[in-house]
Every structure is written in C-alpha cells, then in structure tokens.
C-alpha cells in the first residue's frame, strides 16, 4: 500500500512533536452510578444496636490498652450491653447533636438553609456561606495521613494517565487544602504516615483516651463526595464551632453514631468505594487456561462462592503449575473478604498492641470468619501481602488471581495488561450477596487548645470546598477502566457490585494523641505533590514545633 | 521510575528495564498500536516487540526523549505489521483515508533520500504553526488519532477539526512546494 510511505514519510518529524501531540487512550463509556447503595446488612452495621455494641468493645479496648478505668465515665456503660447502651447512646446523641451544639447557635442556624442551597451548586464563586475569608498570618497547621491512603494507589499510574483523572483524586484534594490555605491565611503541612493503618489506630485509641487538649481529629474514609476519599470526623467535633453539621456534605448519620456522652470520641471508618477488596484477574492468561468458565457468568449468576473460586484456581494452575500460589491467594483475598488481614494485631514502636479483628463480633460475617479459619489451619500458606510485592508475579502474568483493593486494580489496568475485577466470592450460595470490607482510610487534623477556631475551619472549608468531588472518582474509575475497550461494561457490573455490597466493619477509633513515627513527608520522589508537601511540612513545622 | 532509570537498566541488562518500559509506557505503546491496527493482539504483539527492539537498541543508543522513542519504535512495527496484513485485505476505514490525506501533502517519498531536507523542512513548518493547528495535524498524521477524537480532544466539532486539517494540509503543500518539492 503506496500510501503507507507518506505515512512513514511523516514519521520523521521531531520528536518534540510527537510527545505533544499525545492524547491519552480513553473510551467513553457510561457513567457508572453515582452514590453507593445501603444494603440490609449495611444498614444493620450503621444501625444503632450494632453500632453501640462496637461502640463499648471500642471503648474497651481503650480503656485496656491505655489503663484509664472507664467505669469512672458517667457517660460509659460498665458492661458491653449493646441494648442498653443503646438508649442511652441514643439520649445523649441529641444532647450533642441538637441541644449542645446545633441549636443556640444563631449564626449557625442563619446559614444551614443556606448551605444546603450552596451544596446543590455545582460551583460557586468559592465563598463559605458563614465563614468569612481571613488572615492568619501564615499560621501553620498540620495533617497526617497514611501512606497508602490519600489516592497513593494512584500515585504510579503513567503520566498519559492523568487526563482519565487517575490523579484526580489526589490533585482534587491538594486543590482544596490550596483553597483553604487561601481562604483563611494558614499554612498547613501534610504529614505522610509510613504505616498507614497500624499507626493511625493507636494515633485514635491513645488519643481518644487521654485529656489532655491536644485533640486530634481523625478523618476516614465515607464516599468520594466530601474530603475527597476522606470523610471528616472530629473528636470532640462538637467544640469545634465552625463546623456546620446540617450541611449535607457533613455526614450526620455518621457522626451521630459515635457520639457518647454528648461528645464524639470517635473516628469513624466508613467505606471508601476505591479500597473496597476484591479480585483482580488478569484476562489474556487466564484465556489460556484449561477451564471454560467465564469469571463474570459465574458473579452475576450467584455461583461466585469460595468452592467455586477454589475450583477455577485447580483448573488454571496448569498454567504455569503453581497452584499453591493460586490457593495462597483465594486464602488471602477470603480473609480480606471477612476483614481478618484488614484488622490484624497492632504493634507499634509505643510497644501498644490491640487486635483489631472484629469478624467475630458480627453474626453476619462469622461463616466467612469460620472459613477463613478452616483455610488457616489447612495446609494452605498466607501468602505475602500486596504491599510487599507479591503483586510482581501477577502482573507478570503468573498469576491468574489475586486479591487486592480497588486502588491496585485501577492501577493495574494501567499497566496496560488485561485485568478484571471480581467481588469476593460468598461463602456459599446460601448466601444472599457478596460481601467485601473498604480498607480504611484515615486522615488527622491537629488541633490544639490555641489553634481551635482555626481547626475547624479548615476542617469545615475542606469539607465544604469536597461537596461536589465525587466526579472525581467515577472520573478516575471511568478513565482507567475506559482505557480497555473490551468487556469495558462487564467489568463496570462487576465494580458495581463490588461498590454496592462493600460495608464498613464498624470500626470505631478514639482520637486525641499523636504517636511518634510519622515519617517528615515523602524523602525519595521528585514529583510535584511531593515538593508541596515537603514544603508544607518545613512551612508547618517552623509554624507549630512539631 | 525515571526515565533515566529505565534507560539505565537497559544499559545494564537489567531485564527489568522491560517491566519497567511497560508498566511506564505500556498503555501509550499500544494506544500508537491501536491507532495503526485496529486489533488488540497485534498491537499487544508490536508493542511486545518494541521492548525487544529497544533492548536491542540501548546500549549504543541513549535516547534523550524515551517517550517519543518507544512510540517510535511502536509506531513503524505497526506500520511493518499493517503493510504485512494488508497484502491481504484492506481496512477500509478512517486510517485509511488519513494516508490518502497525507499524500495530498507530501512528495513522492520514493524521491526522498536519507539525507533529503524534507524532515527539517517538516519540523520548520510545525514550528510555524500554532499549537493547536499542530497537535492535530501530527495527531492526525503521526499518531493517527481519528477525527473525533482530536474533535472530542481539543474542544472542537468533528467538522471543524476536517476542515482545518484540510486547510494545514494545503498550507504543508505550498510550504513544500515553495521549496522546490513536486507534490
């Protein structure tokens, strides 16, 4: 063909044209839906019996690992009776929420009909209903956040990646701390925490337990509307005045939940839709295997259970003949689906340790709690944790499965392999949907007895300029996954479902403390958001003393 | 990883300069692929074949942009790769009427040698041109973008991107032209 030689011809140009003029591979596909559905057992691990009853074991184990005596609380029941704990649990929500903190305040009550019309604009000109714009001089303030939680999962997509918005989430939330730096005169440094899950735990419980001032706040994890991936949740919120709780990008479900006593101790770890656990498959090796079965058939059909899954592991091991690796792995993603790796045993260089294993606390989830032990005490082996590379072999194409969150899975998309999705199998057809845990996010505020007025309207100017950030999820989930322009809307039903059955544990957290162990920002990347937050940090450590 | 660091593999053969080459650059190799082929394995196979020759190639070559080296390297697998297919049919779609395009525009590449002009000559005219007026043209004639999706790309209507491309093309032709080039 003549023609190709023009081509070619053309070809010859420099290549700082060429790198110009790239678009990144992007396939329109449908949005997927936005917001995430509340299933039954959802409801139930929201609800207040279940909520009271994770309420005291957090209490408890407060009070155990830190040696204060709870009984001395006039707001703590002295026995884990979820039922009656809840009444009162209830009585002093209201205290809290409508008598101590809502109502009275007139500036506040002036403005909540008018935040709930600002959150229904999709851009305004940037101006807090109540909070007027201000100067603090420059005044540092800090956050810490996990490693491998504020969109970090992201963080090593290509570059031609970034128009799909697999950095978007990340960008979006640095924009508005910029944002709220801007609006209020402050200077705030991000604290990167080396151990994202093990550290922050103990920053809630020891905090929690202490009383001193020196309040942390802790933020984790709700849905892509509000701190981007972070939901806000204070500790104790109620002090903090500028924090307007009718709001509807303030979740007040959520914060009633863990009130006590008319104070909220508690952080709370909700579900976080691109964490959720589940299963990335890798499609062009599995084609190869010896099985007839398509994955996607088998989830929609309800067959998806564990003997399924262990089945299908037999029939691809031919493949390339490990399958220990393959059993290893449905192990792995079986205990994450019951949230036993989630909530393993903390140990932290305070020498603290707590267990954070709570499958056993629900009914609802104690089969695949048994399971996973069957599969312990077997001769099965728990293979080595995402995090420390075992995910190498898969995207290497040795592997047909593995368990994962949904970060890596966007991530692995990028690599430009084939990868699917699948939710966690059930633990058998008796049961009525599957099931998948978030893996927790959180994120601390610093907020002391002099910087109090100004915590809170960070934390309020965060979540307010978050109102309208879920785009950049469906737009991160939409640009990775748009990319395959094969099985593109399987894969988004399977993500669907994932979304609608992941459930939070219940996990609550007490927060007011600040362990030693945060790492002083990101040492080894050159890239932008590491230079900011390096920056910051010196800024905000000047600032505070930190 | 760094560029550097990739190419640095490569200079140590270091197979792991190949993981790394598609896990940076993987997607955007067989996006160039695709551009070319329209069909997933052969452009998962070219892109394959790119780190093969690019392993081949460094040492001795250290290339200054790796980004545009790789696509390069894609792009004229592809373009082995869909002469070799079309000996046997035709695709029949928008790519095609691309190539034709080009032809409008440039001379009989069978009178261009290796050390004719016309390459600098190229880079002068694009750097005569606006940025957006030359992202299309070289999306359209480099990385054989289709017209709806430059039009989806840079804001503008599938129409308005054909004319203007057919506008560029007119003024390649009497740029060239001018300079002595039969079109």
């Given at each position: 063909m003549k023609e190709m030689a023009y081509f070619e011809l053309f070809g010859r140009i420099s290549d700082r044209f060429v790198t110009e003029a790239l678009i990144p591979a992007v396939v329109p596909v449908p949005a997927p839906q936005k917001g995430f559905k509340q299933t039954p057992l959802g409801k139930f691990l929201t609800g207040p019996a279940f909520i009271a009853t994770v309420s005291v074991l957090a209490a408890a184990a407060v009070a155990i690992a830190i040696g204060?005596?709870?009984?001395?609380?006039?707001?703590?029941?002295?026995?884990?009776?979820?039922?009656?704990?809840?009444?009162?649990?209830?009585?002093?929500?209201?205290?809290?929420?409508?008598?101590?903190?809502?109502?009275?305040?007139?500036?506040?009550?002036?403005?909540?009909?008018?935040?709930?019309?600002?959150?229904?604009?999709?851009?305004?000109?940037?101006?807090?209903?109540?909070?007027?714009?201000?100067?603090?001089?420059?005044?540092?303030?800090?956050?810490?956040?996990?490693?491998?939680?504020?969109?970090?999962?992201?963080?090593?997509?290509?570059?031609?990646?970034?128009?799909?918005?697999?950095?978007?989430?990340?960008?979006?939330?640095?924009?508005?701390?910029?944002?709220?730096?801007?609006?209020?005169?402050?200077?705030?440094?991000?604290?990167?925490?080396?151990?994202?899950?093990a550290l922050m735990h103990n920053v809630g419980l020891m905090s929690g337990a202490s009383e001193n001032d020196n309040y942390l706040i802790v933020a984790s994890g709700q849905s892509m509307s509000r701190l981007?991936?972070?939901?806000?949740?204070?500790?104790?919120?109620?002090?903090?005045?500028?924090?307007?709780?009718?709001?509807?990008?303030?979740?007040?479900?959520?914060?009633?939940?863990?009130?006590?006593?008319?104070?909220?101790?508690?952080?709370?770890?909700?579900?976080?839709?691109?964490?959720?656990?589940?299963?990335?498959?890798?499609?062009?090796?599995?084609?190869?295997?010896?099985?007839?079965?398509?994955?996607?058939?088998?989830?929609?059909?309800?067959?998806?259970?564990?003997?399924?899954?262990?089945?299908?592991?037999?029939?691809?091991?031919?493949?390339?003949?490990?399958?220990?690796?393959?059993?290893?792995?449905?192990?792995?993603?079986?205990?994450?689906?019951?949230?036993?790796?989630?909530?393993?045993?903390?140990?932290?260089?305070?020498?603290?340790?707590?267990?954070?294993?709570?499958?056993?606390?629900?009914?609802?989830?104690?089969?695949?709690?048994?399971?996973?032990?069957?599969l312990i005490s077997s001769d099965f082996v728990l293979r080595e944790s995402l995090e420390n590379g075992s995910e190498t072999p898969f995207i290497e194409q040795g592997e047909v499965l593995m368990d994962t969150?949904?970060?890596?899975?966007?991530?692995?998309?990028?690599?430009?392999?084939?990868?699917?999705?699948?939710p966690l199998p059930k633990y058998d057809k008796a049961q009525s949907e599957y099931l998948s845990v978030h893996a927790n996010a959180y994120m601390g505020l610093w907020c002391g007895e002099e910087n109090r007025q100004m915590c809170g309207e960070v934390a309020e100017l965060l979540a307010y300029f978050s109102r309208?950030?879920?785009?950049?999820?469906?737009?991160?989930?939409?640009?990775?996954y748009g990319k395959d322009d094969s099985g593109v809307q399987r894969d988004l039903a399977m993500l669907r479902i994932i979304h609608d059955t992941t459930?939070?544990?219940?996990?609550?957290?007490?927060?007011?403390?600040?362990?030693?162990?945060?790492?002083?920002?990101?040492?080894?990347?050159?890239?932008?958001?590491?230079?900011?937050?390096?920056?910051?940090?010196r800024t905000a450590r000047k600032a505070t003393g930190w | 990883?760094?560029?550097?660091?990739?190419?640095?593999?490569?200079?140590?053969?270091?197979?792991?300069?190949?993981?790394?080459?598609?896990?940076?650059?993987?997607?955007?190799?067989?996006?160039?692929?695709?551009?070319?082929?329209?069909?997933?394995?052969?452009?998962?196979?070219?892109?394959?074949?790119?780190?093969?020759?690019?392993?081949?190639?460094m040492p001795p070559d250290r290339p200054s942009n790796l980004r545009a080296f790789?696509?390069?390297?894609?792009?004229?697998?592809?373009?082995?790769?869909?002469?070799?297919?079309?000996?046997?049919?035709?695709?029949?779609?928008?790519?095609?009427?691309?190539?034709?395009?080009?032809?409008e525009c440039l001379p009989d590449p069978a009178s261009v040698g290796d050390n004719d002009p016309l390459p600098a000559l190229l880079d002068e005219f694009l750097d005569s041109l606006k940025p957006t007026p030359r992202k299309l043209l070289v999306g359209r004639y480099w990385h054989a973008y289709s017209v709806n999706q430059l039009a989806e790309t840079y804001g503008m209507t599938p129409n308005h991107v054909s004319v203007t491309l057919k506008r560029l093309r007119e003024s390649l032709r009497d740029f060239l032209t001018e300079r002595g080039y039969r079109i």
């Open positions: 204060f005596g709870l009984a001395g609380r006039d707001d703590t029941p002295n026995a884990p009776d979820g039922s009656a704990f809840e009444s009162g649990l209830t009585d002093s929500r209201e205290d809290s929420l409508d008598t101590e903190h809502m109502e009275g305040d007139a500036t506040r009550e002036e403005s909540d009909s008018e935040t709930e019309n600002s959150t229904e604009r999709t851009d305004d000109s940037g101006e807090h209903p109540y909070i007027a714009r201000k100067d603090y001089n420059g005044q540092g303030f800090g956050i810490i956040y996990g490693k491998n939680l504020m969109g970090e999962g992201f963080s090593y997509l290509p570059e031609d990646m970034v128009f799909a918005g697999a950095t978007a989430l990340n960008a979006d939330l640095y924009e508005r701390i910029q944002m709220t730096e801007d609006y209020l005169g402050v200077s705030i440094g991000l604290w990167e925490q080396e151990d994202e899950e981007g991936s972070f939901e806000l949740f204070l500790t104790p919120w109620e002090s903090l005045e500028a924090i307007n709780t009718k709001a509807d990008y303030w979740d007040t479900a959520l914060m009633t939940t863990h009130t006590q006593g008319g104070h909220s101790y508690i952080a709370y770890s909700s579900f976080i839709p691109p964490n959720a656990y589940a299963i990335a498959y890798n499609k062009s090796l599995y084609a190869t295997a010896p099985t007839q079965r398509d994955l996607y058939d088998l989830v929609e059909s309800g067959d998806w259970t564990v003997e399924t899954l262990m089945a299908v592991l037999g029939e691809t091991a031919p493949i390339n003949g490990r399958l220990s690796t393959h059993d290893n792995a449905s192990v792995s993603a079986y205990l994450s689906a019951m949230g036993f790796s989630v909530l393993g045993t903390v140990e932290t260089d305070t020498g603290y340790t707590q267990s954070f294993n709570i499958a056993d606390r629900q009914e609802s989830m104690k089969p695949l709690f048994l399971r996973a032990m069957e969150r949904l970060t890596r899975e966007l991530a692995y998309r990028a690599y430009g392999k084939s990868f699917g999705v699948l309208n950030s879920h785009e950049d999820y469906n737009r991160a989930v939409m640009g990775v459930h939070d544990m219940g996990m609550s957290y007490v927060s007011q403390w600040i362990v030693p162990g945060l790492r002083e920002g990101r040492s080894e990347s050159t890239s932008s958001e590491t230079s900011m937050i390096r920056s910051a940090l | 990883m760094q560029d550097e660091q990739i190419i640095n593999l490569y200079w140590a053969r270091d197979e792991q300069a190949i993981v790394e080459s598609d896990r940076a650059y993987g997607t955007l190799c067989h996006s160039v692929a695709m551009n070319i082929l329209s069909d997933r394995m052969d452009a998962e196979e070219c892109v394959n074949d790119t780190w093969l020759k690019s392993w081949n190639a790789f696509c390069r390297i894609t792009r004229n697998l592809s373009i082995d790769r869909y002469r070799a297919r079309h000996m046997t049919k035709s695709r029949g779609d928008g790519f095609e009427v691309a190539l034709h395009e080009l032809a």
